[in-house]
Structure formats: structure tokens, C-alpha cells
């Protein structure tokens, strides 16, 4: 079946270092992935998408790398600031986005 | 502005009574969702919609019914049959096309029923 899994619920670090969110994905899942970023009270906003026919995809302090061997992904953020403090979502898409269950990103000044 | 609306932010309700949550979209975007996010849980998908007078089932669609009669718009009602209702409900709206299948979501809807 299809599923989207995150592997830490919780992840702390100092602000200035960089941070690394994982997420794992089925056989079936999908050939292409979105990272959300969610604040607390508010709805889920778009970071970072990455296609399947790609291994490595950069934004603005954010990179998303996609492993399709071990059908892992990961999202790093560098200089982790405390506005990045949030919920993190990977997603697939299946017949609609299937959502893991995310991980909580807490920066410490 | 161009985006989505959910209204209201909060919503009290009496359990056996059914509620309508609204969702509204200037995107111009085809296709519509609804998903249900309990504490420290990821989000489930509870129906979609890839064009107007059309609506499917995802994956938690017991209790729950939607229409869509237009565009821009994508009601769910939560019934007196949903065993748990109390949870924060997210719309989403997409325009469903390749490359990008980018979803943007509403402020939510949090439902609390006692």
C-alpha cells in the first residue's frame, strides 16, 4: 500500500547549525514529494517539491535529497533560524498527497 | 489576495448535531481536498475533488460528506456518525496538473464537539 513515514517525531538544535528532517516512502507511494512546513494554529505552506527523476533539489537554505534505492528523502536546512521552529511534512503523491506524520523542528537560541 | 478561506477559525458544536464547514477558493485551481489533522498526527485525507459535481472518498470519509457545485467552493459537513469529530480540518486546493501537484492550504478549521 502506499504510505509516507517520518522517522523522529521530535528534533532540537542550536540556532546557526544546520538540522536534517528524514522521511521514508513505500514501494507504491509516488514519483513525486513535497516538503510542508506547518506553524502551530495554521495550515500546512509549501518548502521545497522534488521529482522522482531527480536526486538533489535546492532552495533558499533548504536542499531536499531523494534516495530512490532505500526510497528515503530528507530535508536540510542550514543555518537553522528560530522562525524554521515548526512541524515538517513530507508528502507523496498518491491519488491525492499522502502526508507523514511529521516532525516537530524546536530551535534553541 | 489571491488564496484560500476557511471559516470560522473555531467551532463549537453539541454532539448529534451536524456542521457545515466552509472552504472557499480564488485560486482558480481544479481540484479541492479535505483533510483531518488530530495531536501530533499527520494529515488524513478525508475526500477530494478534481472538478465541479464530482467528489471522491480518501482514506477517512466515514461521517463526513461533501459537495461541490462550484469552482470555488468545497463545504464539508461534518454528520452526528463521525465517532471522533473533535480534530483541526484543513482544505486544500490544487490545480491538479503535471509538473506540480503543489497543494495550498487554508488557516484550518479547528471543530471541538462535547
Known amino acids: 500500500g502506499e504510505s509516507v513515514g517520518l522517522h523522529l517525531p521530535t528534533l532540537s538544535v542550536q540556532e546557526g547549525d544546520n538540522s536534517i528532517i528524514n522521511c521514508a516512502y513505500s514501494?507504491?507511494?509516488?514519483?513525486?514529494f513535497i516538503w510542508y512546513k506547518q506553524e502551530s494554529g495554521k495550515g500546512p505552506q509549501f518548502i521545497i517539491d522534488i521529482r522522482s527523476n531527480m536526486d538533489k533539489r535546492q532552495g533558499q537554505r533548504v536542499t531536499v535529497l531523494l534516495n530512490k534505492t532505500v526510497k528515503h528523502l530528507s530535508l536540510q536546512i542550514a543555518a537553522t533560524q528560530p522562525g524554521d521552529s515548526a512541524v515538517y511534512f513530507c508528502a507523496g503523491l498518491g491519488r491525492a498527497l499522502i502526508f507523514g506524520q511529521g516532525t516537530e523542528l524546536s530551535v534553541k537560541p | 489576495d489571491g488564496g484560500i478561506t476557511q471559516s470560522p477559525k473555531y467551532l463549537f458544536r453539541k454532539e448529534g448535531q451536524n456542521v457545515t464547514l466552509s472552504c472557499e477558493q480564488n485560486?482558480?485551481?481544479?481540484?479541492m481536498y479535505w483533510y483531518r489533522q488530530d495531536p501530533g498526527q499527520g494529515l488524513r485525507l478525508i475526500y477530494y475533488?478534481?472538478?465541479?459535481?464530482?467528489?471522491q472518498k480518501g482514506d477517512i470519509a466515514e461521517g463526513y460528506s461533501v459537495s461541490r457545485e462550484k469552482k470555488e467552493s468545497f463545504p464539508l459537513t461534518v454528520t452526528s456518525a463521525q465517532k471522533n469529530p473533535t480534530a483541526f480540518y484543513l482544505c486544500a486546493s490544487s490545480t491538479g496538473l503535471a509538473p506540480s501537484y503543489e497543494q495550498y492550504f487554508g488557516p484550518g478549521t479547528r471543530l471541538t464537539v462535547t
Open positions: 475533488s478534481q472538478i465541479v459535481n464530482d467528489f
Open positions: 485560486l482558480n485551481h481544479d481540484a
Open positions: 514501494n507504491s507511494a509516488s514519483d513525486y
